[in-house]
């Protein structure tokens, strides 16, 4: 842990909540989405070494970002779940959750649904913390679930816990964006979500490995698929 010494003269940034040595607003290059995202964050996540929701949200011009754990009785949220313009969809595996590679991706398939907006909730938390929000927010369970298997391990992962099928918030944004995306354009900015979280994750390693602490990054994770 770190010491207390050290926390007091962490001075934070007010906008990425990141130490400001470890400040990484001026690499932020938001944009619109296709599809739009809402970024339910629990509390214990906001306090993460890296909180993937949070910089997914500040890239993205149209996200929006809860922090909670009950989302039952929010106004926003139900706004917008009962939007007659958007389809909401909740990222969480679940028997009945639909997988998104079938869902409806082509621009030409969606026009016929009266050119309504997609809109997908996700939830950044540990998968144990997800399962709460779940049950406690009775909203949420009454809209379709859509779940996604990643074709490959989280870069950060890899490295630090082998064997884990799940994606950060930031990994699972980027992939929904590209899937949507009209073939793989290198330049499309949504991978500039991917390039400011390895930078922040190479970044956090350096630090940590350079006498500051010890403790090792904390991610936020979504475990994207029930276990195997
Ligand atoms: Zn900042």
């Known amino acids: 842990m770190p010491e ?9 940034c007010y906008r990425c909540r990141k130490a400001k040595v470890m400040c990484y607003c001026a690499q932020i290059k938001p ?8 970024i339910l964050i629990h509390p214990k ?9 949070r910089m997914a949200f500040l890239n993205l011009q149209n996200a929006k970002l809860l922090v909670g754990n009950d989302f039952s009785g929010d106004p926003s949220l139900s706004r917008l779940l009962n939007d007659p313009s958007k389809r909401c969809y909740l ?9 998104i590679h079938d ?9 016929g649904k009266a050119g309504l907006s997609d809109v997908f909730i996700i ?41 884990f099928d799940c994606y950060s ?47 090792s990054p904390a991610l936020s994770q979504n475990r994207l698929s029930p276990s195997h």
């Open 4 to 12: 207390q010494e050290d926390l007091k003269s962490r001075e934070e």
């Open 31 to 38: 944009f619109a989405s296709d599809p739009e995202f809402v």
């Open 45 to 53: 996540e906001t306090r993460k070494a890296i909180n993937t929701g």
């Open 91 to 99: 990222l969480f595996p679940g028997p009945a959750a639909i997988d």
């Open 103 to 111: 869902l409806p991706c082509s621009p030409s398939d969606r026009a």
């Open 123 to 163: 939830l950044d938390a540990t998968w144990s913390m997800a399962k709460k929000m779940f049950r406690l927010s009775q909203n949420l369970q009454k809209i379709p679930q859509v779940m996604f298997k990643p074709e490959k391990a989280s870069e950060f992962l890899i490295r630090q816990q082998p064997g």
């Open 169 to 215: 918030t930031i990994e699972t944004i980027h992939h929904m964006i590209e899937l949507r995306a009209n073939g793989h354009d290198a330049a499309a900015p949504h991978h500039h979500l991917l390039h400011i979280f390895r930078d922040m994750v190479q970044k956090q390693i350096d630090y940590e490995n350079g006498a500051f602490s010890t403790e």
